[in-house]
Every structure is written in C-alpha cells, then in structure tokens.
C-alpha cells in the first residue's frame, strides 16, 4: 500500500543566532541553515515541490508570532 502522507517541512527562525532553519515535521535534524526568511522560503518550496509536500512558516515577530501558516 502506497503512503498518501505529504511530507511536511517546517520553516522557523532559530533564536540563539537569529538563523532560519527547514526541518522535517517531527524531526530535530536540520535539513538547512539559511540567513534570511526569503532564502528559507525558496528552499522550502522547492523542496516540497519536489517532493509533494507542504511547507508551514512559523512567524517570529509581530501578531502571528509563533502561529504556524502555511505557504504551499
């Protein structure tokens, strides 16, 4: 039986040096260190692109801090 589960990739904002960082949901590997939001963004999308996945932004300032939105 085929898996039917996306694959998920988080994108969130590393506190102790302000990196952004792409990790599997549930995993504490990180996939990439990125230095700003727009790299870890493209990095993502085109991961889950190829891979039929999701990507989900955590926020890490203002209104939305800490809220998860998805992206793709």
């Known amino acids: 039986m085929a898996d039917n589960k996306k694959k998920v ?3 969130a ?4 040096d302000n990196k952004w960082t792409i990790k599997f949901a549930g995993g504490e590997k990180v ?3 990125c230095n700003t ?3 870890a963004l493209a ?3 085109q991961l ?7 990507v ?3 926020a890490s300032k203002g209104a939305n801090k800490g809220k998860i939105q998805k992206t793709r």
């Open 9 to 11: 990739y988080h994108v």
């Open 13 to 16: 904002k590393r506190a102790e």
């Open 31 to 33: 996939i990439k260190l």
């Open 37 to 39: 939001k727009e790299e």
């Open 43 to 45: 990095f993502a999308n």
């Open 48 to 54: 889950a692109e190829n891979q039929g996945g999701i």
């Open 56 to 58: 989900q932004f955590h």
